[in-house]
């Protein structure tokens, strides 16, 4: 079964600081792991995800993530905050052709 | 390309009565998913579809909820009678395959009064 953890539901910034989100998976075969993004009122959107190829990942919006096997981790980084970033994060897991299962959810709020 | 889309995109009913949600999948996707999203939390798995076929319904509440997808595209999710804590975010979403990335549809939120 898999499961996922994220630390922190409510993570604030300021502009053009940089944002770490952190996601923790537990999962008994080799993962996919994904990163979406939600704003208000709207569905989620893909911004990046780890199929086993390069363990560091590079998505959309200057957004990456690094796969850590050893720590069964996978948080998301941006070097500099932007106001648009403010939305919901959720991290999500998947083995094989198991359902995606997500996380609860980071809101991440930026300050100007 | 044309993403998911979903409708309503909003419905307030009463409770007791049926509800009806619709979902048009991105075109030439075999599999398509109905979630469910409380407030402040992620995307739960109601049903899975691999073209006309459910392949995973275990998290759909058959008392009352009931889903279908003739002809192996678009996708209809109903609930009767509806209660107050149906009250949550249905999302639609659909990939080319089960393994392949799920891309989501706005959502339908729904309120029970």
């Known amino acids: 079964a898999q499961s996922v953890t994220q630390l922190g539901s409510h993570v604030s910034v300021s502009e053009g600081a940089l944002v770490l989100l952190r996601c923790n998976y537990s999962?008994?075969?080799?993962?996919?792991l994904f990163w979406y993004v939600q704003y208000p009122n709207q569905g989620l959107q893909l911004l990046l995800k780890y199929t086993s190829a390069a363990t560091l990942v590079k998505g959309i919006n200057g957004f990456e993530a690094e796969f850590k096997k050893s720590e069964t981790s996978f948080h998301l980084t941006k070097p500099s905050a932007h106001m648009s970033d403010a939305a919901e994060y959720f991290c999500?897991?998947?083995?094989?052709?198991?359902?995606?299962?997500f996380g609860k959810g980071t809101r991440l709020s930026v300050i100007a | 390309e044309a993403g998911v889309v979903q409708s309503p995109r909003y419905k307030i009913i009463e409770k007791k009565q049926p509800v009806a949600f619709w979902c048009n999948p991105i075109?030439?996707?075999?599999?398509l998913y109905w979630y469910l999203q409380n407030l402040g939390q992620g995307p739960e798995l109601l049903i899975r579809?691999?073209?006309?076929?459910?392949?995973?319904d275990s998290q759909l509440p058959k008392d009352r909820f009931s889903a279908e997808r003739l002809k192996g595209v678009d996708s209809t999710l109903k609930i009767q009678p509806a209660e107050l804590g149906d009250s949550a975010v249905y999302l639609c979403?659909?990939?080319?395959?089960?393994?392949?990335?799920?891309?989501f549809g706005p959502g339908t939120r729904l309120l029970v009064l």
């Open positions: 999500a897991v998947r083995g094989g052709n198991t359902p995606l299962v």
């Open positions: 979403a659909s990939s080319s395959t089960g393994i392949e990335t799920q891309y």
């Open positions: 999962s008994s075969v080799p993962p996919y």
């Open positions: 075109s030439g996707h075999n599999t």
């Open positions: 579809y691999e073209n006309e076929e459910a392949v995973d």
